[in-house]
Structures are given as structure tokens and as C-alpha cells.
């Protein structure tokens, strides 16, 4: 949705996922995060901005006119994960990716009982407390149609 939206309206687009990870599977300390986050803000008067870090989500908010929150449940995401293309922009090769996915599938499937920053609990919080236009997306056929 985020990457048709973005190419729908010639606008940028940032997957939190490339400001968020170093090599491997570390997770880049927040502060760095943030000012890449940041320099992304202050060089683009428009944008789509897409990923599940509350964390970053929360410092975006403020410059925020619209919110979606696609939460189509586990079984939908775990579906998608088993039908990823290879993202070359993540991985080194198909294989790589591949040898990530009962990792991935593990994670996806904590979603709802997780307290960090990419469970539900913060992304309903995040959800709830914005007061700008939004839109919980709970299908498929919903985010696809708008």
C-alpha cells in the first residue's frame, strides 16, 4: 500500500526497515534511526512513510496528516511472509532471505502478545492517541480497494 501510494502521488517513500537494521539482524541504535527518520522529514514536504517500529512511527506522528493502520491479523501476515518476493534491497541473495523466514513467521506470530515496539498493544496506542485522519485496515480487500 505505502509503495502505491507513494508512486500514485510522485511522492517519497521510506521503509523504516532500511533506517532500522545494521548488518545482519542488529538493530541500529535508535538515535541513529532517528536523525536518518528526521533527515527524511526535513528533505521532503510530502512522503509515505511505512514499517511497524512505534518507536520511529512516534517521531513521524507530529508531521503526520494521515494514518493507516493495516492490521489484517496473523494468519493474513504469516501468508504474506510464506509469499515475499526476494527484497535485494535486505538480503544478499534469495537464499539468505529464505534462511530468515521461520524467524520471521516466529516473530509475526508474537504480534499480538508483544510488548515492544512492534507489537499491538503500541500500535493501537500509537493508533488511538493520533487525532488526524485515519484508517484501520482489518482486510485484505479493504487495503487493496483504498
Same mark, same amino acid.
Given at each position: 500500500?505505502?509503495?502505491?501510494?507513494?508512486?500514485?502521488?510522485?511522492?517519497?517513500?521510506?521503509?523504516?526497515?532500511?533506517?532500522?537494521?545494521? *548488518?545482519?539482524?542488529?538493530?541500529?541504535? %535508535? =538515535?541513529?534511526?532517528?536523525?536518518? %527518520?528526521?533527515?527524511?522529514?526535513?528533505?521532503?514536504?510530502?512522503?509515505?512513510?511505512?514499517?511497524?517500529?512505534?518507536? %520511529?512511527?512516534?517521531?513521524?506522528?507530529?508531521?503526520?496528516?494521515?494514518?493507516?493502520?493495516?492490521?489484517?491479523?496473523? *494468519?493474513?501476515?504469516?501468508?504474506?511472509?510464506? +509469499?515475499?518476493?526476494?527484497?535485494? *534491497?535486505?538480503?544478499?541473495?534469495?537464499? =539468505?532471505?529464505?534462511?530468515?523466514?521461520?524467524? %520471521?513467521?516466529?516473530?509475526?506470530?508474537?504480534? =499480538?502478545?508483544?510488548?515492544? *515496539?512492534?507489537?499491538?498493544?503500541?500500535?493501537?496506542?500509537?493508533?488511538?492517541?493520533?487525532?488526524? +485522519?485515519?484508517?484501520?485496515? +482489518?482486510?485484505?480487500? =479493504?487495503?487493496?480497494?483504498?
Amino acid at each position: 500500500m505505502a509503495r502505491q501510494l507513494a508512486r500514485s502521488q510522485s511522492i517519497p517513500w521510506l521503509s523504516l526497515d532500511e533506517i532500522t537494521w545494521a *548488518e545482519g539482524a542488529e538493530r541500529l541504535p %535508535l =538515535e541513529e534511526s532517528a536523525q536518518a %527518520l528526521r533527515a527524511f522529514l526535513d528533505s521532503n514536504e510530502r512522503w509515505v512513510i511505512e514499517g511497524c517500529y512505534s518507536d %520511529l512511527i512516534e517521531l513521524a506522528l507530529p508531521f503526520c496528516d494521515e494514518l493507516r493502520f493495516l492490521n489484517p491479523g496473523i *494468519e493474513v501476515c504469516v501468508a504474506h511472509c510464506l +509469499k515475499r518476493p526476494w527484497e535485494p *534491497e535486505k538480503f544478499s541473495s534469495e537464499k =539468505e532471505q529464505k534462511e530468515t523466514l521461520a524467524n %520471521l513467521i516466529a516473530w509475526v506470530q508474537e504480534y =499480538e502478545t508483544r510488548a515492544d *515496539e512492534c507489537g499491538l498493544k503500541r500500535h493501537r496506542r500509537l493508533f488511538e492517541s493520533f487525532s488526524g +485522519k485515519k484508517r484501520e485496515y +482489518k482486510s485484505i480487500d =479493504e487495503y487493496i480497494e483504498g
